[in-house]
């Protein structure tokens, strides 16, 4: 009972902490942790030892795959380089740096001095890009952070355990290099192999529920197998953490052809569940823990004054050799000729915000008590790895939103998102419109296959609805609608309580209203996405399209009121376009009469730009092109 409710409280406390957090702007960890140094030194509160094997087994395993599953393995791949700077050659840079500190100011020898280092290393999977998504940083910052925070935790970990061993005295350098190999290269191959045997095995199973309780067991299973591998003639096995995340990554890239659709929806929402709950009451247990680390420094013989500086010391560090590395590795390789064209240089501000997003959490708490128990000054060592991870969360973690606004850096422009959206739901449903001709032609009747035409169309024009100010039809309709399920809901509740039908049936009647709310839930949310004041300007051209690449100059619109024809016949459209050839101005694909689209197809004009206030988006009738 003693344990049921202590796991309840902590799950309580993290949610309540959270939730007061967003909504007074303040980034959950920091207020986690303030929480849970209060707490620790309140008689009532039990001691809360966060062990290695509670976090390297119980926490880091779902969290890694549960951010894995939701990184795109595209993007990873785009930005392959820099991930691995920063992951591979900044943890090792920054625990040489450390180790070098570490060694001036206590007595300790190199390999305890690079274990430290190696602690202090990996920036903290959750903490960085929590903060980053909720300051809004341009996307590729986001891209690269969460592709480090992935790798890093890896790279720590083997490098302290290939520490640790040199430190016993049971491994050479020559064999501590190779452990390091063996350890990065078995993880990814366990990883790769792990997600090809969970891809195949899933690929079977119809059961959604049991796809997705298959689902919550891959992590485990990929860190034991990799953790239970041991090498004949190799001190060192696969790393459990990299074949996490290699395993996470390739499943998520894949789930599209190995799970049903149901069950990917299942799956996002229990691996959002688990990763919100776990984040949170790890960054509590983090706080927790400060009692105990104070207690155990008072048995160590070194003073305190000594351990609070060489903290202090090892905290600005850790900051500066970061900033140290950011800045080269960003811009030197971007000197060779072919690194150049395919990738130019950012501007400054680009690695500064990289730089300063440094926050320290979980996995080195935890990597510390890793060290073994008779490791010289360990309760020393333990506070330096507390006084950095609480350090580099309160000063850049309280300073990161200020700088991305000082900088001026701007988050993904939700007008050219929907643009985005808008070019790749017209593709989808071209090629889905297209097979119902080839295919399904003489196999339906000509009514189920207008219904069809008209529900690939509409999706298509919500998207496009939303480059518009106004309220759009697709927003009438779903505000309508949620009113009408409300009432429809009512009603069949009660009906079930006069028991008068059958619960199941009721049941399955609920559970169709639910469904079609959660979509509406969905479009209401693409629905209120804020504006931007900027005018809208594409990020390209005319990728290839002649016609967008001709139409340079804006023509005198010849109504500049409204649609020419509506105005005529006294009806009403929702937004308009502007043909770029001979300046008519017509209604859009949403709009009853579509007379931007029959101008087209009466004159052969090929290209029109939106005519609302604030957009320059063009779009090509003959390519179906975006510009």
Same mark, same amino acid.
């Given at each position: 009972?003693?344990?049921?409710?202590?796991?309840?409280?902590?799950?309580?406390?993290?949610?309540?902490?959270?939730?007061? $957090?967003?909504?007074?702007?303040?980034?959950?960890?920091?207020?986690?942790? !303030?929480?849970?140094?209060?707490?620790?030194?309140?008689?009532?509160?039990?001691?809360?030892?966060?062990?290695?094997?509670?976090?390297?087994?119980?926490?880091?395993?779902?969290?890694?795959?549960?951010?894995?599953?939701?990184?795109?393995?595209?993007?990873?791949?785009?930005?392959?380089?820099?991930?691995?700077?920063?992951?591979?050659?900044?943890?090792?840079?920054?625990?040489?740096?450390?180790?070098?500190?570490?060694?001036?100011?206590?007595? !300790?020898?190199?390999?305890?001095?690079?274990?430290?280092?190696?602690?202090?290393?990996?920036?903290?999977?959750?903490?960085?890009?929590?903060?980053?998504?909720?300051?809004?940083?341009?996307?590729?910052?986001?891209?690269?952070?969460?592709?480090?925070?992935?790798?890093?935790?890896?790279?720590?970990?083997?490098?302290?355990?290939?520490?640790?061993?040199?430190?016993?005295?049971?491994?050479?350098?020559?064999?501590?290099?190779?452990?390091?190999?063996?350890?990065?290269?078995?993880?990814?191959?366990?990883?790769?192999?792990?997600?090809?045997?969970?891809?195949?095995?899933?690929?079977?199973?119809?059961?959604?529920?049991?796809?997705?309780?298959?689902?919550?067991?891959?992590?485990?299973?990929?860190?034991? +197998?990799?953790?239970?591998?041991?090498?004949?003639?190799?001190?060192?096995?696969?790393?459990? =953490?990299?074949?996490?995340?290699?395993?996470?990554?390739?499943?998520?890239?894949?789930?599209?052809?190995?799970?049903?659709?149901? #069950?990917?929806?299942?799956?996002?929402?229990?691996?959002?569940?688990?990763?919100?709950?776990?984040?949170?009451?790890?960054?509590?247990?983090?706080?927790?823990?400060?009692?105990?680390?104070?207690?155990?420094?008072?048995?160590?013989?070194?003073?305190?004054?000594?351990?609070?500086?060489?903290?202090?010391?090892?905290?600005?560090?850790?900051? !500066?050799?970061?900033? !140290?590395?950011?800045?080269?590795?960003?811009?030197?390789?971007?000197?060779?000729?072919?690194?150049?064209?395919?990738?130019?240089?950012?501007?400054?501000? @680009?690695?500064?915000?990289?730089?300063?997003?440094?926050? *320290?959490?979980?996995?080195?708490?935890?990597?510390?008590?890793?060290?073994?128990?008779?490791?010289?000054?360990?309760?020393?060592?333990?506070?330096?790895?507390?006084?950095?991870?609480?350090?580099?969360?309160?000063?850049?973690?309280?300073?990161?939103?200020?700088?991305?606004? *000082?900088?001026?850096?701007?988050?993904?422009?939700?007008?050219?998102?929907?643009?985005?959206?808008?070019? =790749?739901?017209? +593709?989808?449903?071209?090629?889905?419109?297209? @097979?119902?001709?080839?295919?399904?032609?003489?196999?339906?009747?000509?009514?189920?296959?207008?219904?069809?035409?008209?529900?690939?169309?509409?999706?298509?024009?919500?998207?496009?609805?939303?480059?518009?100010?106004?309220?759009?039809?697709?927003?009438?309709?779903?505000?309508?609608?949620?009113?009408?399920?409300?009432?429809?809901?009512?009603?069949?509740?009660?009906?079930?309580?006069? +028991?008068?039908?059958?619960?199941?049936?009721?049941?399955?009647?609920?559970?169709?209203?639910?469904?079609?709310? #959660?979509?509406?839930?969905?479009? $209401?949310?693409?629905?209120?996405?804020?504006?931007?004041?900027?005018?809208?300007?594409?990020?390209?051209?005319?990728?290839?399209?002649?016609?967008?690449?001709?139409?340079?100059?804006?023509?005198?619109?010849?109504?500049?009121?409204?649609?020419?024809?509506?105005?005529?016949?006294?009806?009403?459209?929702?937004?308009? *376009?502007?043909?770029?050839?001979?300046?008519?101005?017509?209604?859009?694909?949403?709009?009853?009469?579509?007379?931007?689209?029959?101008?087209?197809?009466?004159?052969?004009?090929?290209?029109?730009?939106?005519?609302?206030?604030?957009?320059?988006?063009?779009?090509?009738?003959?390519?179906?092109?975006?510009?």
């Amino acid at each position: 009972m003693d344990v049921a409710l202590t796991l309840v409280s902590l799950v309580a406390i993290a949610v309540a902490v959270s939730a007061a $957090s967003e909504r007074f702007s303040v980034a959950a960890p920091l207020g986690l942790i !303030v929480v849970g140094i209060a707490g620790s030194y309140l008689p009532f509160v039990p001691e809360f030892e966060l062990t290695p094997e509670i976090v390297l087994i119980g926490l880091l395993p779902p969290l890694l795959y549960a951010a894995a599953i939701r990184t795109s393995l595209v993007d990873f791949r785009a930005n392959k380089r820099p991930i691995a700077l920063l992951s591979v050659g900044l943890v090792l840079f920054t625990a040489a740096g450390v180790a070098v500190l570490v060694h001036a100011m206590l007595p !300790v020898d190199w390999a305890v001095a690079f274990a430290l280092g190696a602690v202090v290393a990996p920036p903290d999977a959750v903490a960085a890009t929590t903060i980053a998504r909720r300051v809004g940083m341009p996307r590729r910052i986001v891209t690269i952070l969460e592709g480090e925070s992935l790798v890093n935790d890896a790279t720590a970990i083997v490098a302290l355990r290939v520490s640790i061993a040199a430190a016993a005295g049971t491994v050479s350098v020559w064999e501590a290099g190779l452990g390091f190999v063996v350890s990065a290269v078995g993880g990814a191959v366990v990883g790769v192999l792990v997600a090809l045997v969970v891809g195949k095995i899933r690929r079977r199973i119809d059961h959604t529920l049991t796809d997705v309780a298959f689902s919550l067991l891959t992590p485990w299973l990929a860190y034991l +197998a990799a953790e239970e591998i041991h090498l004949p003639g190799v001190d060192f096995h696969p790393s459990g =953490v990299l074949a996490v995340v290699v395993a996470g990554l390739l499943l998520g890239h894949k789930s599209h052809l190995i799970q049903s659709a149901s #069950s990917r929806m299942f799956e996002r929402t229990n691996w959002a569940t688990i990763s919100f709950v776990l984040e949170n009451v790890v960054f509590l247990l983090i706080g927790l823990q400060i009692r105990d680390i104070v207690n155990a420094l008072g048995d160590d013989e070194l003073s305190l004054g000594r351990v609070m500086a060489t903290s202090a010391v090892v905290l600005v560090g850790v900051i !500066v050799l970061r900033i !140290v590395w950011v800045f080269p590795s960003t811009y030197l390789p971007r000197l060779i000729p072919a690194v150049g064209r395919s990738d130019p240089m950012p501007p400054w501000q @680009y690695p500064m915000v990289v730089g300063w997003a440094g926050m *320290r959490g979980v996995v080195t708490l935890a990597a510390v008590f890793l060290l073994p128990e008779d490791t010289d000054h360990r309760p020393a060592l333990v506070m330096v790895a507390f006084v950095v991870t609480i350090g580099t969360l309160l000063i850049q973690g309280l300073t990161l939103p200020v700088l991305v606004r *000082r900088l001026g850096l701007q988050p993904p422009d939700p007008h050219e998102d929907n643009l985005e959206e808008a070019k =790749v739901q017209q +593709a989808a449903s071209d090629a889905g419109l297209a @097979y119902l001709e080839e295919h399904e032609a003489g196999r339906i009747s000509e009514s189920v296959r207008q219904r069809l035409r008209q529900r690939a169309t509409d999706r298509v024009h919500a998207v496009w609805e939303r480059l518009g100010g106004a309220e759009t039809p697709s927003a009438q309709y779903s505000r309508a609608r949620a009113a009408m399920l409300e009432v429809e809901r009512t009603e069949v509740l009660r009906l079930r309580d006069e +028991a008068s039908i059958d619960q199941s049936v009721l049941r399955r009647v609920l559970d169709a209203l639910d469904v079609e709310e #959660s979509i509406l839930d969905r479009l $209401s949310e693409d629905e209120s996405t804020a504006e931007r004041e900027t005018e809208l300007r594409p990020r390209t051209t005319g990728g290839g399209c002649e016609h967008l690449a001709a139409a340079t100059s804006t023509p005198t619109p010849t109504s500049p009121e409204g649609c020419e024809e509506c105005l005529r016949d006294g009806t009403e459209w929702v937004h308009l *376009r502007l043909c770029m050839e001979c300046g008519h101005v017509g209604c859009c694909e949403s709009s009853p009469q579509l007379h931007s689209t029959r101008h087209f197809e009466e004159t052969g004009h090929p290209v029109m730009r939106s005519f609302e206030p604030g957009e320059a988006w063009r779009w090509c009738f003959v390519d179906n092109r975006i510009g």
